[in-house]
């Protein structure tokens, strides 16, 4: 019997709680856990002159974001498989009150070095949040009735994009930048309530083995309040016997993870590509990668089990976010460089440039299950890609230097676009598996794409400076036409000489501007080859339907279950 055909045949658990967990108190603490991550990087990044002006460290303050990004990201399959073990409940809670302890340490930061440690601590928690907060959206809701949560949690993105740049503006501004850590406790604390209150999970078995009242045991044979099966040991016994935590694969993951992002997010920047620090820290990330699979292999419980790569649905999804990953790092990290530089707006005015995107992006993911429903997961995320796709191919052809509202209204079509795109796999891929690997599941797949977000800043920012230097040279003139400006390849320094009145003259500001327009547009040529990728994962290694298990009598609408 195939792996896939297998899964499809084991009998699913029901919704947490189902019965006793109130659904609309949790949704409510499901989306202030999620404004949390979605408020945290934009709010402190309007605040980075007024913290680099009390604090120094202007060198180092990139760690601010990077620190906390790599932390979400390494322990993300960490807590998937926690929550898969103990429960969805004590991993939230566990996370809510570290970002929240992170804040409070954040806001004690007295250097530069304080606080990059401290906001690792707030990712550290933020980790759990991302996808302990999709695994329970899932749980919660049928496969028919998903897109409504999911279309609320983007909902809380897109309220953050447009409310984070302002609040973090008022508050450095007019009280005091250690304040906009303190705003997360009462958001934190009402979480925190309306989960201890009011979510109620199921009796925990052994992940694999979903056993317990009314559910099959490997052996195949029902079992259910201690009956004893097979072996005369009693089901429920035997399943909380087997619980157990891959902690050596865990802290194997977390270091791959921590030595691969910091080489990404470095390279380039703090040393070159080829020197020695890059080639160590990559050179120790593929050692331990290897050490990480053979501890995986031989863990009862891997963090990171094979099946998730063996798998054709999950592993088509993994990629495919991946790409996603990519494609995302043209608006979050160009754009804004792009409206500054080449349209000449301020940082808050950039921001909104491209807080477009997150506003059409609630609105398809509502309306998504209209189509997986009749056309499949497959075919909705195959049109929301190509619809992405010709939005990043539109974005070159755009007017020199335009208006903001060309890339704006560019940006609120890739946003709808992607919308189609990944809701349905996220949905897709969580209803093809029982509810004690969902959350395993969901950590994959969010994952990946963080990975694929890291892979793609790197690689963009070597197309982009790399176009510099071919457009611009050593070096640009300044305002006295000496020519010793800041170095052709250095996209930052560029859009600060841009910035800062009387270093250029109007010809060379002219002629900068000309180059940062054709680096962003090699970015996001270099997005849609990415968008493109997506589209042939999903044709060549998607299955044409997924093999949604049946947990609700609505749950195969459009989706038949494998026999």
């Known amino acids: 019997m195939s792996e896939t055909g297998a899964t499809a045949r084991r009998a699913t658990r029901a919704a947490p709680g189902a019965g006793t967990t109130r659904r609309g108190p949790v949704v409510a603490a499901l989306m202030l856990s999620m404004a949390l991550v979605s408020l945290d990087s934009t709010v402190v990044a309007t605040a980075v002159p007024q913290i680099v002006g009390d604090l120094g460290g202007l060198s180092v303050f990139s760690w601010l974001f990077s620190g906390y990004l790599l932390a979400v990201t390494v322990t993300l399959p960490v807590y998937g498989k926690l929550s898969d073990t103990f429960g969805r409940k004590p991993v939230l809670v566990a996370g809510i009150v570290l970002f929240l302890a992170g804040s409070v340490l954040c806001a004690s930061a007295w250097d530069m070095g304080s606080l990059i440690a401290f906001r690792v601590v707030q990712g550290l928690g933020g980790g759990a949040l991302q996808g302990t907060v999709q695994t329970i959206a899932a749980d919660l809701y049928p496969l028919k009735e998903r897109p409504r949560i999911q279309a609320r949690l983007s909902s809380v993105w897109a309220t953050s994009a447009v409310a984070g740049p302002a609040a973090g503006g008022l508050l450095a501004g007019y009280a005091d930048w250690r304040w906009i850590f303190l705003v997360n406790l009462p958001l934190g604390g009402a979480a925190l309530w309306l989960i201890g209150r009011h979510l109620v999970e199921p009796r925990r078995s052994a992940p694999g083995d979903p056993v317990g009242d009314g559910e099959r045991g490997r052996d195949g044979v029902r079992g259910g309040g201690g009956v004893p099966v097979g072996d005369g040991v009693p089901v429920g016994a035997r399943a909380r016997r087997r ?321």
């Not at 990404?264 to 050490?291: D, E, N, Y």
């Open 243 to 563: 619980v157990s935590v891959d902690w050596a694969g865990a802290l194997a993951v977390f270091g791959t993870g921590t030595l691969l992002l910091s080489g990404l997010v470095q390279g380039g920047v703090a040393w070159p590509w080829l020197s020695a620090p890059s080639l160590g820290l990559f050179g120790g990330a593929a050692a331990l990668a290897a050490l990480t699979v053979v501890i995986e292999r031989r863990a009862a419980e891997p963090i990171i089990p094979g099946w998730v790569w063996r798998r054709r649905t999950i592993a088509a999804v993994n990629l495919a976010l991946g790409a996603l990953g990519l494609v995302m790092v043209a608006p979050t990290v160009f754009l804004p460089t792009y409206a500054q530089a080449v349209l000449g707006l301020g940082p808050i005015a950039a921001g909104f440039v491209l807080s477009a995107m997150p506003l059409g992006w609630p609105v398809t993911a509502a309306l998504a299950n209209r189509l997986y429903t009749r056309i499949g997961f497959r075919q909705t995320a195959l049109l929301g890609m190509t619809l992405a796709l010709l939005v990043l191919l539109a974005f070159p052809l755009l007017p020199f230097p335009g208006e903001p509202w060309q890339p704006a209204l560019l940006m609120l079509l890739l946003g709808a676009a992607l919308g189609f795109f990944q809701l349905p796999l996220v949905v897709g891929v969580q209803s093809t598996v029982p509810y004690e690997e969902r959350g395993t599941t969901t950590a994959s797949v969010l994952f990946v794409r963080q990975i694929g977000q890291s892979v793609g800043a790197a690689l963009f920012g070597a197309v982009a400076n790399g176009v510099l230097a071919a457009r611009v040279g050593g070096g640009h003139e300044n305002g006295h036409g000496d020519g010793s400006g800041s170095g052709g390849g250095d996209l930052d320094r560029l859009v600060h000489d841009l910035n800062t009145p009387g270093v250029l003259t109007e010809a060379a500001a002219d002629r900068l501007r000309h180059a940062v327009a054709t680096a962003v547009d090699s970015v996001y040529l270099g997005a849609a080859v990415a968008a493109a990728l997506a589209v042939v994962v999903l044709l060549t290694i998607a299955p044409r339907r997924f093999p949604v298990l049946k947990e609700e009598p609505e749950a195969d609408e459009g989706e038949p279950v494998n026999p």
